[in-house]
């Protein structure tokens, strides 16, 4: 990712709608040129190759979800 907006450790992580997990860190690679996040899910899920996160306001409290 080159950009997190508000996401942070602990954030929901959902697919299509459903919660299926958790942030589990966000780490910035070398050189700065990018965001590396770590996906906790629950469960046995097969993602496309070309899968994609989106980072997106999960509310209106302030509280975000990948």
């Keep these: 990712m080159r950009d ?3 996401l942070s450790v602990g954030n929901a992580v959902t697919f ?3 919660p299926i ?3 589990g860190e966000i ?3 070398e050189g700065g040129a ?3 996040i770590q ?3 629950e469960g046995e ?3 496309d190759d070309d899968a994609v996160a989106v980072i997106a306001p999960e509310s209106m409290f302030g ?3 990948a």
Excluded: F, K, M
């Design 4 to 6: 997190v907006g508000q």
């Design 16 to 18: 299509r709608g459903v």
């Design 21 to 23: 997990g958790r942030v």
């Design 27 to 29: 780490t910035v690679e």
């Design 34 to 36: 990018a965001v590396r």
């Design 39 to 41: 996906l906790l899910l």
């Design 45 to 47: 899920w097969i993602l």
């Design 63 to 65: 509280d975000w979800q």
